[in-house]
């Protein structure tokens, strides 16, 4: 089995900073791409930030130069700061990875269970 478990979630006022931590444990040979979702009452499910293991970044237009991810890759974790957020930011936020639990398995996309955001005065 994998996990992905998710924290860092708060209330923070305009123009605060959060960073979101997202850990992958249990059977995993390989992971490809890890990033960081969120989604909005009433929205959709959307891409805030990815990167895959060879270091390449990908940002929502609405987020750049504001959050950054990365990753330790000893620990199989991603991370996400947040920086100058805006209420428009709240949301429940989640965080997925591209593995492989065994060399002749398949790519496989496993979710964590979402951290809520709240930005809020």
């Known amino acids: 089995q994998v996990q992905l478990v998710e924290s860092g979630g708060g209330l923070v006022q305009p123009g605060g900073s959060l960073r979101l931590s997202c850990t992958a444990s249990g059977t995993i040979f390989s992971i490809n791409t890890m990033a960081w979702y969120r989604q909005a009452p009433g929205n959709d499910r959307e891409l805030v930030a990815s990167?895959?293991?060879?270091?390449?970044?990908t940002y929502s237009d609405s987020v750049k130069g504001r959050f950054t991810i990365s990753t330790d890759n000893a620990k199989n974790t991603v991370y996400l700061q947040m920086n100058s957020l805006k209420p428009e930011d709240t949301a429940v936020y989640y965080c997925?990875?591209?593995?492989?639990?065994?060399?002749?398995?398949?790519?496989?996309?496993?979710w964590g269970q979402g951290t809520q955001v709240t930005i809020s005065s």
């Open positions: 997925n990875s591209d593995l492989r639990r065994l060399s002749w398995t398949t790519w496989q996309r496993y």
């Open positions: 990167i895959t293991s060879g270091g390449s970044v």
